[in-house]
């Protein structure tokens, strides 16, 4: 022999990538006399073990004999067969084992020992023979499972890099087919899809590239629904085994053990994996001739994973074990030939059903890590569902389906849970389900529907009430009661005393985890009213349970409008800080919602700051999850691009942003009319004061708390461009009391410029311009800017004080209110309010909540419809009428209708 290693086959196709795990192998060849290379049949073992083998060659002075068993059947040949390859011949009177050992004792030499898996107690016998007497040789070894030889190291062979390696192995044998192969953006994802579905295993990898002379890489995909009838015509010089993926695995299914053989073919009902605990509840089954007794279920598992006929992957100090597809397509045909498939499909759904009830009862202690694991079994409980439907099993359907609510919440999963429950709750009558499974199902399904649209499932929610308060069971009418008080919110409906009598009930249950979910309703309730002072009562206690009991989405849920609640206060800084952590935290836990929510916020407080260009990258990353979740979320996520729009000073994108928002909240009314100032603004800034007046009086009349501050703010605006004063006074006035009273800061400086606006029309010119400076101070402190869409106004309204006043005078005017504390000037501006008295008489004297009554009297609202619509009494709106009347000298509602009509 010489270090040329003659005795390497020469392959006839080129060597697709493998160098790290080339690199691998040799290096532990290098630092051990017995290296196995294993893996599952198609794998790739021979090819990796014959490159790295010419790779060291020359660094044997004996060189490299390499060995292939594949048609070796009988265990007593082992040795000839060495020897023979070694070119040496028999000798009388001399074992094969005696003239090997003879032969290689002094010599320097790397044997390569190919397919060994079949004949692995004679191969090992004879290696542990060979290296204590030959201390200069070196055995490489390919095998389906390791010898278990002294000294061995054994090295898996991973799958085929998908992106590239696997690809680029297609691509290459496609064109030994057809030359004019050629990989393009049409047809490379379906390549990829193809490898992935394949595992990434080279031979099956191979056999799908051949089909490439008579079918297209889609037709391809396609007929992996039955990959062993489309996976065969290997070379016709290839062993049979590698000539056919099903042959392959036939030959590593043949080696099993009869226990090996029942416990592969069980496993086949597994979907995305499984833990030790799940393959002993499932697989250990009593059948006729088929037992498998539990504490059997480790040893078996452990010989499939040696034998590369399943993967141990270790995670976290968890082992969990799956089947590669093609090796689960073949079990499951086991599984169905054997009689045993729908006992053990039963099994399994019961299995996942009882895994799925502790996800929804460890939600009161530990709800991270039951969500946790259910991400992990996410594909066997899918499993366990379609087996529900198969069998027409109604109830445990529904029982799924509703324990996996959390986790249809906090992995923003809304769709697929909807979905769920669609398939089975029109089956859900009394004959087939409980009426407290029913009754569940119909709340969860309820809240899941507000969570995605907005303002859908009120009808689930009173019949899942209904139900619930007819068991008596207490937890469950806290389930149902928080449903109906979360759709009554989304429908503009009084809820607080829903959400309040669920809180008690959970409270006395113990439920914990229902509680801290309804605090954080409550929290979004007070935001929609914009009330950041109630925002902070409920996501103080909401927080402290949920972060107790593990729920990290309703802990972001109360971070996120807490830290809204500090923005409107006037901390963007740290407001936007918060949230950009939040929103990085929900996006890594994949609870969408929350990251779009509070990215959302922070590109809100982003642009409050001037930071124009984060919040428009913000919005970006988030754009297409808020649009799959749904016309609530995509309207939410359109007004926060207005608002960004306004403050870049563009109106053409704040107007189509607004509308867009308009339109797709139309389903939410609490939302969109949060929203209603923004088209006020955006119309304002298009000139088209008609329409800004309108949008401007709709949104005053149906916003409260800091959403009617901005509605006021805006109103103000347009009634001075309307060249009414004296009602954009009395607007601002209005905005800055209910500002203060809320503590609502952020708006304060906008409307301190409103009304240094209406003091120099007026000619208040030295007030004017204390208010101005106060309006710059309190920016300055605050961190935020003028949104440039007001720019041009502002400039002009200080241009025209400065003007009227003198450089000095309205410099020192303006230091003066800079100078004071945001307290101070709220103080100052509000003492302005008497010095122009609202007249006694006429259309002037009306204050702003009795123009809102007058224009919906004249919209044809009788005083209910009004109440209703304003959020006070009918009672009230009497009172307001009757001012109206004496102060216009009217005594109809014709004569005001008429009255209004010459004042629009």
Sequence with gaps: MTATAPHLRVPLTSFIGRETEAADVQRLLAENRLVTVSGAGGAGKTRLALHVADRVAAGYDDGVCAVDFSPVAEPELVAVTIVRAFGRSDQPGRSAVDTLLSFVAGRRV???????????????????????????????ATSREPMGVAGEVTWRVPPLSLHDEAVELFASRARLVRPTFRLTEANRATVTEICSR?????????????????????????????????????A?????????????????????????????????????????????????IRSTGADLEREEVLDLVTLLVDKSLVVADTEDSRTRYRLLETMRQYAFEQLDDSGEGDAVRARHCDYYVHVA?????????????????????????????????????????????SSLQPLWLALGRLNEGLAWFDAVLDDADSTTVSPGVRAAALADRALLDTWAFGARGAQQADS??????????????????????????????????????????ARTVGDRWRLCQI??????????????????????????IAEEIGDRFTSQQCRTWAAWAQLVSGEPGEAASRLGAIAEEARADQALIWWVVSAHYAAQAAACQGDLHPAAIGLAAVASPAEEFGPLWSGNSHAVRAVVALAEGDVAKADQMSRIAWDQLMPAPLHQHMHGHLLADVALARGDLGAAHTWADQAVATATGWHRVLALTARARVQFARREPELAEQDAYEGLALAAAL????????????????ARAGGGHTRSARLFGAAEGIRARMGTVRFKVYDADHEGATRATRDAMGDNAFEAAFAEGSALSTAEAIAYARRGKGERRRPTMGWASLTPAERDVVRLVCDGLGNKEIAQRLLISPRTVQTHLTHVYTELNLTSRVQLVQEASSHD
């Design 110 to 140: 790397l044997l390569l020992l190919d397919n060994c898996e079949h004949l692995l107690d004679s191969i090992a016998s004879l290696v542990d023979s060979l290296l204590p007497a030959c201390p200069q040789v070196k055995v490489l």
């Design 198 to 234: 394949l595992d990434g295993m080279p031979l099956a990898i191979e056999l799908a590239a051949a089909r490439v002379r008579a079918l297209s890489p889609n037709e391809i995909f396609d007929g992996l629904r039955d990959r062993f009838r489309l996976l065969t015509g290997g």
């Design 236 to 284: 016709r010089t290839a062993v049979p085994r590698q000539q056919a993926l099903r042959a392959s695995v036939d030959w590593s299914h043949e080696l099993l053990t009869q226990p090996e053989r029942i416990l592969f073919r069980r496993l086949a009902v597994f979907s995305g994996g499984f833990d030790l605990d799940a393959a002993q509840a499932v697989a250990a």
């Design 357 to 401: 009830a502790a996800v929804d009862t460890a939600a009161r202690t530990a709800l991270d890590r039951s969500l946790a694991r259910a991400v992990v079994e996410i594909d066997n409980f899918r499993a366990a569902f379609a087996w529900t439907r198969a069998r027409s099993n109604t109830e445990a359907a529904l029982m799924l389906t």
């Design 464 to 505: 899942a009430l209904a139900q619930a308060r007819a068991t008596g069971d207490q937890a469950l009418i806290a389930r149902a009661l928080t449903a109906r008080g979360i759709v009554a919110t989304m429908h503009g409906e009084p809820a607080q005393e829903q959400l309040a009598e669920a809180a008690d009930l």
């Design 519 to 544: 605090l954080g309703w409550q929290a979004n309730l007070a935001y929609l009213a914009g009330d950041p002072i109630a925002v902070r009562d409920a996501t103080t206690e909401g927080r402290k």
């Design 743 to 758: 503590g609502a800061l952020l708006a304060v400086p906008d409307i301190l410029e409103s009304l240094a606006t209406t």
